[in-house]
């Protein structure tokens, strides 16, 4: 898995910044309460790109194990699990986590969920049909997240599914303002990541030339842009 400093700083700010600042946040963001302004917009690019992912997935998985890389408070595990899975949801955050079996541990479904927190790139967790990352590597650089889906492609017979922020002008000027006028409660800056770079970096030789990017779409609504690239696991 990746041992860059770079990563390992960043693994501790996502998991002091979800599970301690934003768990309030997330719980209601992930729920169905009424939120307003910057936070409804983002939900609707979040149900945007789930479902743009699940579309990539057949819609009968009995039988597949999936690993939902950074599960959160687990909606995406969920519909997978419905879908016939055997689905390990993994997170940094505890808190989180707890959210999501408190959500759907009891829950009836055609699969199977399990609730594990951790690092989802821990070689142990095993073999996976299909890997599912969303939002979970956009805090990493371009090298960090192929040397992670790489590492991740290594234990995936099938595809694996992940988001990056793509980037553009306006968005890396935004963030360099941003990083002027620090706050405590600030979450974890995105990284934008350039797409050609990004996929220059997946089927490099020196990753293992292992994996071959497919389908690729984007999510832009308002304040929630994303980027979903599938690559399949030679």
Not at 70 to 84: F, P, Q
Not at 122 to 132: C, N, R, T
Not at 172 to 186: E, H, I, K, N, Q
Not at 207 to 218: E, I, K, Q, V
Request: proline letters at 5%.
């Amino acid at each position: 898995m990746p041992s860059t400093l770079t990563y390992q700083e960043r693994r501790g700010q996502l998991l002091d910044y979800f599970d301690r600042t934003a768990v309030d946040a997330w719980k209601r963001l992930t729920s169905d309460v009424p939120v307003s302004g910057v936070r409804a917009t983002v939900r609707e690019g979040r149900l945007r790109m789930r479902n743009t992912l699940l579309s990539w997935l057949p819609v009968d998985l009995q039988g597949a194990r999936i690993l939902d890389a950074g599960c959160g408070t687990c909606v995406m595990a969920a519909e997978l699990a419905d879908r016939g899975a055997d689905v390990l949801a993994i997170d940094l955050s505890p808190n989180l986590v707890r959210l999501g079996e408190e959500r759907f541990g009891a829950r009836r479904s055609r699969g199977r969920m399990r609730f594990a927190v951790g690092d989802f790139a821990d070689p142990a967790l095993g073999q996976f049909d299909y890997v599912i990352a969303m939002d979970s590597l956009i805090h990493y650089s371009a090298q960090d997240t192929a040397r992670t889906v790489a590492e991740l492609g290594h234990r995936t017979r099938q595809t694996i599914c992940f988001t990056y922020t793509p980037s553009n002008l306006l968005l890396t000027s935004m963030l360099a303002v941003g990083r002027l006028f620090p706050r405590s409660d600030r979450s974890p800056a995105v990284v934008p990541v350039d797409q050609r770079h990004l996929h220059r970096l997946l089927t490099a030789p020196a990753l293992g030339g292992h994996l071959m990017p497919a389908r690729s779409a984007r999510v832009s609504h308002y304040f929630y842009k994303s980027q979903a690239l599938e690559v399949g696991c030679a």
